[in-house]
């Protein structure tokens, strides 16, 4: 017979690590205003987003993910959680030019992405800075999380080992260098602001559009 039971929420360890520090993260470096709209590119299983609205019960969160067998857990956290603030996903693919109409038509304040970059070909990370820059709003704010090269090279052994299993699975994926980040957000009109070292040897960086 037909699969009755949806699968509810999924749990990342990494996520459930690193959702407090990310938090502290943009509570002492992001002016994130009541009233504020709040883009998640590459929601997961939901636990950044709702870890977030959760301290941030003023502002209005929109999740999005490529893959939709992600929805029923973010909303299952959603749900548990009894949040009123977190907008239902939004299917989305970073590499297109066009995103859906529902984020398309607002402008944002925050646009926040975690742990995609490296696991996505280099056309996700493009794709992510021209949304930042035709999406946000003036003064508004990119955040990425993750692992980075600094200056060309590993932060840590763990991380040369991470992205030689990442090239092993598709040779367009693997860390990238964080200068190189920066380059392309300035060629479109979004400023670097700064770089807060993070544990597990990641990185948290901070964009403010022009």
Sequence with gaps: GREMSSPKKQVFPSADRNKGPILEVLKEHVEISDGAHFLEVSSGSGQHITWFAQAYPEVLFQPSEMDGSLFDSISAYVSELGLKNVLPSVALNAQDPKW???????????????????????????????????????????????????????????????????????????????????????????????????????????????
């Excluded at 990370?125 to 980075?148: F, Q, T, V």
């Excluded at 840590?156 to 598709?170: G, I, M, T, Y």
């Design 100 to 210: 859906p109409e529902s984020v398309e038509s607002k402008s944002w304040d925050v646009i926040f992405n975690c742990n995609m970059i490296h696991i996505s070909e280099w056309a996700s990370c493009l794709g992510l800075i021209s949304a930042a820059e035709r999406l946000l709003k003036k003064g508004g704010h990119l955040i990425m999380y993750g692992p980075y090269r600094i200056n060309g090279e590993h932060t840590a052994p763990s991380n040369v080992e991470f992205d030689q299993s990442l090239k092993s699975r598709n040779p367009n994926w693997g860390l990238r260098d964080a200068e190189e980040v920066i380059r392309l957000c300035e060629e479109h009109h979004i400023q670097f602001v700064k770089r807060v070292p993070m544990p597990a040897n990641n990185f948290v960086q901070i964009f403010r559009k022009d």
